[in-house]
């Protein structure tokens, strides 16, 4: 009897540790703390029913197993559908316009790494370096090739194209 407080005793605080870590967060971050939370408990319970006899053990391990295939699946289902949109939007529509470029020469050449005085074949070689490292498709971002590939330009002096 007392093990069960004791254990009952430690989700209680595990909860509010959880829910204080939670009000820290920003409110639009909140929501799916709080949807996880809710599968996480469901899950345990189930599991903990499927231990005691109360509900067959094959149901509990689906049922505990749930939360990790949800987060795989809706990862997996939003990966596939933001690249087919990206895919179909790019195809349907002109390419998007770069703003112009506010960097200057200096900013180019810390951006790709180079010297002053660079040649043409310098800054393409270490343009197509970067962006085999920041390419958006190989774990880069947005930001990090647009910067890469205005530092080319102004560089190459292809500013405002």
């Known amino acids: 009897m007392i093990i069960r407080l004791l254990f ?36 345990a319970a189930l599991i903990l029913l499927s231990i005691t006899g109360r509900v067959h053990w094959i149901a509990g391990l689906v049922g505990g197993a749930l939360p990790f295939i949800r987060q795989y699946v809706l990862k997996h289902i ?43 074949d310098e800054i393409i070689t270490a343009h197509r370096q970067l962006m085999q490292k920041f390419h958006p498709d190989r774990g880069g971002n947005d930001f990090l090739a647009s910067q890469i590939n205005d530092a080319k330009d102004v560089l190459l002096g292809k500013r405002g194209h």
């Open 78 to 120: 939003y990966h596939r559908l933001s690249n087919g949109n990206k895919n179909n939007t790019q195809s349907e529509q002109a390419p998007p316009q770069r703003p112009s470029s506010a960097m200057n020469q200096q900013q180019a050449l810390s951006v790709l790494g180079l010297k002053a005085g660079a040649s043409d």
């Open 8 to 43: 009952a005793a430690l989700i209680l605080y595990a909860l509010y540790r959880f829910v204080k870590t939670v009000q820290s967060k920003p409110a639009a971050e909140r929501r799916g703390y709080y949807i996880s939370l809710i599968i996480g408990l469901g899950a």
